[in-house]
């Protein structure tokens, strides 16, 4: 299911910057409305698939010493 989420994910964002970019490039008003539309569609695809990975990610583990600590990694 990730799998399908992830491709979803980048057709998604592809499709927003192809048609985001023909819809600004248009030389008429009246033809950017399929590209906008299809931007918008790319737009909500992507941030909605790029959300629900995000949600299923699996949190990092927190090292710790023998103390219980979390050791400091900048010294």
């Given at each position: 299911?990730?799998?399908?989420?992830?491709?979803?994910c980048v057709i998604g964002w592809s499709a927003f910057w192809c048609f985001g970019?023909?819809?600004?490039?248009?030389?008429?008003?009246?033809?950017?409305t399929l590209p906008m539309l299809l931007a918008?569609?790319?737009?909500?695809?992507?941030?909605?698939?790029?959300?629900?990975?995000?949600?299923?990610?699996?949190?990092?583990?927190?090292l710790q010493d023998d103390s219980g600590e979390a050791p400091d990694v900048l010294s």
């Open positions: 299911m990730s799998k399908s989420v992830a491709t979803l970019f023909l819809a600004l490039s248009a030389p008429a008003p009246q033809a950017a918008f569609a790319g737009f909500i695809a992507g941030s909605w698939s790029y959300l629900t990975l995000a949600r299923r990610q699996s949190p990092m583990p927190r």
